[in-house]
């Protein structure tokens, strides 16, 4: 039911959005612009993290409610492909099968499975944002740092990333590049749909996507996505 969903990935794509922003950041603050160093280190944080193996949980929530969760050890193959195995998941519903009953409980049932393809549809396309496309956000996109007590980052703000009045805002570590956040905020159906994807470190390893957050208030759907539990592969 949610195979599209949990292929997906949400939020991991993002992690090279955060490479490129650095890069043409620093190049249109006329810096020296180290974009072989920046996709080289894009390049070696996604090697690295085919070295280990991870759990991943996929909740879906409808109304408040836990409709589904499922658990999943990650890997990557040996060509570089992402590859999951569902360890668990939630039992389906029984749901009424004949009569009237039946006939609004599977046509319930389609249209909820339509919004999670959706959704996943949205999270797939801006974590593969086109070179072009990001060129384009980070040419009216605003820089600003933000200096906390424990952490230097820069927030990149912008709009009209792939659809006329969305917004993207990536905060990345003023001091090593890492990515730290992303906001978007776009629409399915010209409803709201908001993605938060949150990320950190492995103890002297590389940066992954511990945490992502797509929220569809207007149907009361919420989808989560954790990583964790991350082991170098033997």
């Not at 046509?107 to 996943?120: N, V, Y």
């Given at each position: 039911m949610y195979t599209r969903l949990v292929r997906s990935g949400i939020g991991m794509g993002i992690a090279l959005l955060?490479?490129?922003?650095?890069?043409?950041?620093?190049?249109?603050?006329?810096?020296?612009?180290?974009?072989?160093?920046?996709?080289?280190?894009?390049?070696?944080?996604?090697?690295?993290?085919?070295?280990?193996?991870w759990k991943s949980r996929t909740e879906i929530r409808k109304g408040g409610d836990t409709k589904n969760v499922r658990l999943a050890l990650v890997r990557y193959d040996r060509y570089g492909a992402l590859q999951k195995?569902?360890?668990?998941?939630?039992?389906?519903?029984?749901?009424?099968?004949?009569?009237?009953?039946?006939?609004?409980a599977?046509?319930?049932?389609?249209?909820?499975?339509?919004?999670?393809?959706?959704?996943?549809?949205v999270a797939e396309a801006y974590a593969e944002i086109p070179a072009d496309a990001m060129r384009r956000f980070l040419s009216t996109a605003s820089f600003t740092p933000e200096f906390g007590s424990t952490q230097k980052?820069?927030?990149?703000?912008?709009?009209?990333?792939?659809?006329?009045?969305?917004?993207?805002?990536?905060?990345?570590?003023?001091?090593?590049?890492?990515?730290?956040?992303?906001?978007?905020?776009?629409n399915l159906d010209r409803k709201p749909v908001r993605i938060v994807s949150e990320f950190a470190d492995l103890a002297a390893g590389p940066t992954y996507m511990a945490h992502s957050v797509v929220d569809y208030p207007s149907e009361g759907v919420t989808l989560i996505t954790e990583n964790f539990d991350y082991e170098r592969a033997r």
């Open positions: 955060m490479f490129q922003a650095v890069a043409l950041s620093e190049q249109m603050e006329s810096k020296p612009a180290p974009i072989q160093e920046a996709q080289q280190a894009q390049q070696q944080n996604a090697e690295a993290l085919r070295q280990y193996t195995t569902q360890i668990s998941s939630t039992p389906q519903q029984q749901l009424p099968t004949r009569g009237l009953r039946g006939l609004i599977q046509k319930k049932k389609e249209d909820f499975i339509e919004t999670l393809d959706g959704l996943a549809a980052l820069l927030r990149i703000s912008g709009s009209n990333v792939l659809k006329p009045g969305d917004s993207m805002t990536l905060w990345i570590d003023a001091t090593t590049r890492k990515q730290h956040r992303v906001e978007i905020r776009t």
